[in-house]
């Protein structure tokens, strides 16, 4: 166990719909990163949060938001949903803003399925 | 851009055979590198890392150095058990100008089933 959480496990919906991915990282850990593994285009970063703040975008569409709460945690929020955006989203934490040594400590992840 | 290029799965070794994941990467300065692995549905978890040239990752058994010359990061293990079937991952973190932010990038995974 990573001490990461998120909810729900799994989510299906349908295509044009909204959903909301929730994100608790590891007690005392201020950075929070999504990312999006797919069959085609396999593990993306799409966000980083630090202690309430956007610090980097990655291969995030314009779809797709996020943000961190005062009491750290995170939320990603997909909206219009299309067919391809079925994946698995994981959430990560860190203890800093991320220095290269700083692991990052993995969520289990939501499965995502769009019909 | 950085890139990480690890080859191509899946893999298939009978029990106590040795293991080699190769793993190069394409970055504009020095990253640190990791290999995570990933369980069936389970998320990552960090399975080694290294981070500056000639160090040497290691954890249950498996071992990867970081080679700047030939921008490689192989993972080895000399004798693999079922239990380390899964997929592994190599990834490196880089900081990015400007933006403090220390995200991963991830090579294309490689699924390693071993057989009885």
């Known amino acids: 166990d990573s001490g990461v959480t998120q909810t729900p496990k799994h989510l299906i919906t349908a295509t044009g719909q909204r959903v909301t991915l929730r994100c608790s990282p590891r007690?005392?850990?201020?950075?929070v990163y999504w990312y999006q593994q797919s069959l085609d285009q396999g593990l993306q970063f799409l966000i980083q949060y630090y202690n309430g703040e956007e610090r980097a975008k990655g291969n995030i569409l314009e779809r797709f938001s996020a943000q961190q709460f005062p009491d750290l945690h995170s939320e990603l929020n997909l909206s219009s949903l299309e067919l391809g955006d079925s994946a698995l989203y994981f959430c990560?934490?860190?203890?800093?803003?991320?220095?290269?040594?700083?692991?990052?400590?993995f969520g289990p992840g939501t499965r995502l399925t769009v019909t | 851009g950085d890139s990480v290029t690890q080859m191509e799965g899946p893999v298939t070794l009978s029990e106590e055979a040795f293991l080699t994941i190769n793993c190069t990467y394409t970055a504009t300065g020095y990253p640190s590198l990791f290999w995570y692995v990933q369980y069936p549905g389970e998320g990552l978890q960090l399975l080694l890392k290294?981070?500056?040239?000639?160090d040497k990752g290691s954890n249950k058994g498996f071992e990867a150095t970081y080679r700047k010359e030939t921008t490689s990061f192989h993972l080895e293990k000399g004798s693999v058990q079922v239990s380390d079937s899964a997929v592994y991952f190599c990834a490196l973190s880089y900081a990015y100008s400007g933006a403090g932010s220390y995200q991963l990038t991830f090579g294309k995974g490689t699924k390693l089933s071993v057989i009885p």
């Open positions: 290294a981070t500056k040239a000639d």
């Open positions: 990560a934490s860190s203890v800093g803003e991320g220095r290269p040594s700083y692991e990052q400590y």
């Open positions: 007690s005392g850990d201020l950075s």
